[in-house]
């Protein structure tokens, strides 16, 4: 989740946590979800779509 003039933030880490004990997510279920996260982290990082302003710019919203 971000807000306009904020760094992204990764939010609900702490109920996945707690859903992952409570309702006995399967091992490969987690693990594919920390590597999604991972692989999303990577492309905010990169600035790679949808986390860039290219498809704005094409639209000509932002100049």
């Known amino acids: 989740m971000k807000k306009l003039v904020e760094e992204w933030k990764v939010i609900d880490v702490d109920e996945f946590k707690m859903n992952r004990t409570k309702y006995h ?6 693990k594919a979800s920390v ?14 779509f949808p986390f860039n302003d290219d498809f704005l710019k ?4 932002i100049l």
């Open 25 to 30: 997510y399967p091992s490969k279920l987690v």
């Open 35 to 48: 590597h999604s996260l991972d692989t999303l982290k990577r492309r905010i990082a990169r600035k790679e």
């Open 58 to 61: 094409s639209k000509g919203t």
